[in-house]
């Protein structure tokens, strides 16, 4: 590699460690010790063998045999992962202010079903089922239309909804009449074995997985993946690390990831906004919001721009769980203060 493109990537991989759910190795900075600080998120979805089994149910036993069964494993979840339910009742008391007692348990309770659901819906991609779900669309054409440029493009999106149930339904992008590849960028961090069960039951994903563990490596194929005019799929809601900017969201601040961002100002590539929400059993909304395309003003305003494009980023996720407040899936401490401080 060219020694400019080089240092570019070793820039974009420093900036991505949290952005693209690149490996939780590296050591936050010192913070003063009467600081109340985060647990970091270890970039791990700790679904295991248990989903698998939710996956042979469905194929089985059908979709609502394997929903009903969700209510008992959420019972058991709510009463024995206190560290999740920790995360979503600081969540919750955010977006419902002055929710305490057993409403907030409730509301709890509510909030893993939700997730219980979208993880079972996965189903219908990994079993070959995906043409029974109805996508209503709003604004994708725009993706379309940038890929046409053939300068690539950024989709980040949250976890929020069915992310991964929506990346199997993009793998339907044109452009000159050629289909335009999809890469994922995510965390393998679920066993060896559970993956490999997962691809013989669902085949090939037609998205290509870049591996964000090595956040060199990943970089370096984020902006060759965007230099062959390709999708590059983002979340932008997890900081791993330090690579990350405050801004307001829901009453506080709290931390989100640079990565996408840099990767964009660096590269010209154009971002667009894409979020899928379920919106019943076998139907889900799929938005997206753009282009924009960033770029830093100058060195000196190199933070003040990433602080605002995140700021832009967390008012859309905010007001999408306005409408969806069940459906934001990040079960870890997200702000540094208590709801109400």
């Known amino acids: 590699m060219a020694a400019p493109a080089k240092a570019l990537a070793q820039r974009l991989a420093f900036a991505c460690n949290g952005a693209m759910s690149v490996a939780a190795t590296e050591t936050p900075p010192p913070q003063a010790a009467t600081q109340a600080q985060p647990k970091q998120w270890d ?59 057993p409403r907030l348990w409730w509301r709890n309770y509510r909030h893993f079903l939700s997730f219980g659901r979208v993880l079972v819906d996965r189903g219908y991609a990994f079993l070959g089922m995906l043409g029974e779900v109805k996508f209503e669309r709003d604004g994708h054409e725009v993706i379309e239309q940038v890929l046409a440029q053939g300068k690539g493009v950024i989709l980040i999106s949250a976890h929020l909804g069915n992310w991964e149930l929506a990346a199997y339904s993009l793998g339907g992008f044109m452009a000159q009449g050629k289909r335009i ?8 961090g679920e066993s060896e074995k559970v993956e490999k069960q997962l691809k013989q039951a669902s085949g090939e ?73 379920r919106l019943g059993m076998r139907r ?44 934001w899936h990040n079960f870890f401490k997200f702000w540094e203060t208590d709801p109400g401080k």
């Open 181 to 188: 590849p999809v890469n994922a960028v995510m965390f393998k």
């Open 43 to 101: 970039g791990r979805t700790r679904t295991g063998t248990g989903i698998l089994i939710f996956y042979y149910l469905f194929r089985f036993l059908g979709p609502r045999f394997a929903y009903a069964l969700l209510y008992p494993v959420c019972l058991y979840q709510l009463i024995f992962n206190q560290r999740n339910g920790r995360a979503s009742r600081d969540y919750l008391r955010r977006r419902y202010p002055g929710l305490r007692g």
């Open 284 to 327: 889900y909304a799929l938005m997206a919001r753009g282009p924009y395309l960033y770029q830093f003003e100058s060195r000196a305003q190199r933070d003040a721009n990433l602080k605002q494009w995140a700021g832009q980023y967390a008012d859309l996720l905010q007001g999408l769980l306005q409408k969806y407040p069940l459906q």
């Open 205 to 277: 994903p037609p998205f290509r997985i870049i591996a964000s563990n090595d956040s060199l490596q990943a970089s370096i194929e984020c902006m060759n993946a965007l230099k062959r005019g390709e999708v590059v799929a983002i979340h932008g809601d997890r900081v791993l690390g330090a690579a990350g900017v405050e801004v307001p969201f829901m009453g506080a601040p709290a931390r989100f990831p640079i990565g996408p961002f840099v990767l964009a100002a660096n590269t010209g590539a154009p971002v667009v906004f894409t979020f899928a929400n």
